[in-house]
């Protein structure tokens, strides 16, 4: 069996049985998690200097930031449209 991987946008690809929420980085507690994980070296940036529109928490407590809306994630997710097979 291989790993499932998920377009995030811009080519980045994510682990997609690693992902435990796609979030809007809208509200306070959500910054505040995106905040702790840049201080303990847990941010993965991958919106190639655009704006922010989607958060992954993932499973090993990293948290990814995507400029691809939470919904579009989601439904590529759902749709495993983009979803490539490694391994």
């Known amino acids: 069996m291989g790993i499932k991987l998920?377009?995030?946008g811009?080519?980045?690809?994510v682990s997609a049985t690693r992902i435990i929420?796609?979030?809007s980085p809208?509200?306070?507690?959500?910054?505040?998690?995106?905040?702790d994980a840049r201080e303990n070296g847990?941010?993965?940036d991958a919106t190639h200097g655009r704006?922010?529109?989607?958060?992954?928490?993932?499973d090993s407590d990293?948290?990814?930031l995507s400029s691809v809306q939470p919904e579009t994630v989601a439904q590529r997710l759902?749709?495993?449209?983009?979803?490539s097979e490694e391994g």
């Open 6 to 8: 998920i377009n995030i």
């Open 10 to 13: 811009y080519g980045n690809m």
């Open 21 to 23: 929420s796609i979030v």
């Open 26 to 35: 809208d509200s306070a507690p959500i910054r505040r998690i995106v905040q």
């Open 42 to 44: 847990k941010l993965i």
């Open 51 to 58: 704006r922010t529109r989607a958060v992954l928490i993932m």
């Open 62 to 64: 990293h948290v990814i």
């Open 78 to 83: 759902l749709n495993r449209d983009d979803v």
